[in-house]
């Protein structure tokens, strides 16, 4: 019965927050939304802070997990390379509150927020350095550091998702993850060029 409880709790926050965002969510609402006294979701989940970091850590594992199952689908490291930026902008639009984070710059209010989102990155870092490394053991890739490359590639796609996921439309995204995977693959220095450096 509590598992359920907290589920339906952390469900109707999860929606909550996306809506009116921490600020703005009432745990009076909370409460009667999920159909449970204000005290159940303080005996169960504590503040609201810490119901919101709970929504938040939920969002990042899900993400994560989604991402991984997308990239083991995979063969290639290439192929494991594009799926991972394709499957991290579909799954990232979902998640509304990691995306908020970045909007409202919540992290000013809950400093522990932040550190969600700082150990989702890193979770999303070791990922790509795991496919790095497979694309380098294999004579695939070519790079001086794994890690540095990995970081570079994360903060890239970071970099994008909030423009992305609000203005754009999923087929403008997979174009504009096509043209970042050709540069990343290949560079843009012509072959002439290239052959020079």
Not at 100 to 107: A, F, H, P, T
Not at 136 to 164: C, M, S, T, Y
Request: charged share 30%; proline share 2%.
């Amino acid at each position: 019965m509590k598992k359920e409880k907290v589920e339906s709790i952390l469900n109707t926050a999860k929606i909550m927050f996306a809506r009116y965002g921490l600020q703005k969510t009432s745990m009076d609402e909370m409460a009667r939304s999920s159909r449970v006294s204000k005290a159940t979701i303080y005996t169960y989940l504590g503040s609201k802070d810490r119901v919101y970091l709970e929504v938040l850590r939920r969002e990042a594992n899900e993400i994560v997990d989604k991402v991984s199952f997308s990239v083991a689908q995979q063969v290639s490291p290439e192929d494991k390379l594009v799926a991972f930026a394709r499957a991290k902008f579909r799954y990232m639009r979902e998640a509304i509150n990691i995306l908020n984070l970045d909007r409202e710059g919540i992290e000013k209010l809950l400093p522990s927020a932040e550190n969600v989102r700082n150990q989702f990155f890193e979770r999303e870092v070791d990922i790509i350095r795991s496919i790095l490394r497979e694309g380098i053991e294999k004579g695939i890739f070519r790079l001086n550091d794994v890690l540095l490359a990995a970081r570079a590639i994360g903060h890239a796609l970071r970099g994008f998702e909030l423009n992305w996921l609000v203005q754009e439309s999923d087929e403008r995204i997979g174009h504009y993850l096509d043209e970042l995977m050709y540069i990343i693959f290949y560079g843009m220095m012509s072959p002439k060029r290239s052959a020079r450096v």
